[in-house]
């Protein structure tokens, strides 16, 4: 399966994505925007052990600093996506379809959290994009994993990230909501908006089963 890693402009924790990345080596790397100042200060410390510059570039760069697009502008090799301001869609919503274009099917998006909870939900809401093109889109940063979902999934305990699960209904309902092998179970449950109670359940056996019949749901994997 072919997979790309996309660095957007949010909150980087530098050495928790040069871990990640090397952890999923991925067939392609696209910087979103600010997301380059990941790449550039990579290059400039050489401190990665690893490709740094990125595949392809995309934005409308009226986020990132004059230095760091000459910079780029000077490197062989980087294909670019030049974007207007001017536009329907975000350049993280961008390179999400750029990647799929190239033939990646399982797309991992850093940076896509921080301060600015308006692009982090609209973030969120391009995880669907993967459920629309049959695949698997994760937000990931130092403390988190958010994946939709509109079918079962199993999480091994050995493999799950951080300490706690917690399940968002995306849909006004997700119906016949069944949990196994996690502390708090469910058996054919509907789980409706505007309640908490999917918040901080855990792993207790080996594998964790998630299972439903209808809707979309959001799992979230987080670290305390």
Known sequence: MKKAVIVTGGRIHSAFC????????PDMQIAVDSGMRYF???QKT????????PDWIVGDFDSVDTEILDFFEQ???IQWKRLIPEKDDT??????????????KQIHILGATGSRIDHMLGN??????GLENEAEICIVDENNRIRMVDKGIKIKKEEQFGEYVSLLPFTPQVKGLTLKGMKYPL?????????SLGISNEIVEEVAEISFDDG???VLETKD
């Open 18 to 25: 040069v871990s990640y990345i090397k952890k999923i080596n």
């Open 40 to 42: 550039y200060e990579l």
């Open 46 to 53: 050489r401190e990665a052990g690893m490709e740094v510059l």
């Open 75 to 77: 490197q062989e090799g």
């Open 91 to 104: 350049d993280t919503e961008s390179a999400i379809r750029l990647a799929l274009k190239e033939g990646c």
């Open 124 to 129: 969120i809401q391009l995880l669907g994009i």
């Open 187 to 195: 058996k054919e449950y509907t789980m409706t908006c505007y309640n």
């Open 216 to 218: 979309v749901l959001l």
